[in-house]
């Protein structure tokens, strides 16, 4: 079992910046992806992110590119998510979860996580 913790969360204006870290521990070496997700009130848990750890390859949700940059140092076993340019609508709790799946085609899918962090609520302020 891998045990997460993420941290960074907070309030912010539209249009700052914030950078969640999720610490790894336990079972470790049984990570083969990282990913982030996040959770509106009332709405269900949608991707966010998701990185490869051994390779480096990175996805994310079209709602996030070209804003938010997920990177992971493996010797740290943490995981980061940069978030620039924020939006009201990217309030939510953000949960970072690990999977020993890396295929590309469900890397988005949260059934494959099988660890989860408890969660950090993000708050965007307009």
């Known amino acids: 079992q891998v045990q997460l913790v993420e941290s960074g969360g907070g309030l912010v204006q539209a249009g700052g910046s914030l950078r969640l870290s999720c610490a790894a521990s336990g079972r470790t070496f049984s990570i083969y992806t990282m990913g982030w997700f996040r959770q509106a009130p009332g709405e269900e848990r949608e991707f966010v992110a998701a990185v490869i750890w051994s390779g480096g390859s990175t996805y994310y949700a079209d709602s996030v590119k070209g804003r938010f940059t997920i990177s992971r140092d493996n010797a740290k076993y943490t995981g980061y998510l940069q978030m620039n340019s924020l939006k009201p609508e990217d309030t939510a709790v953000y949960y970072c979860?690990?999977?020993?799946?890396?295929?590309?085609?469900?890397?988005?899918?949260?059934?494959?996580?099988?660890?989860w962090g408890q969660g950090t609520q993000v708050t965007v302020s307009s």
């Open positions: 979860a690990t999977s020993r799946v890396s295929t590309m085609a469900i890397i988005r899918s949260s059934s494959i996580y099988t660890s």
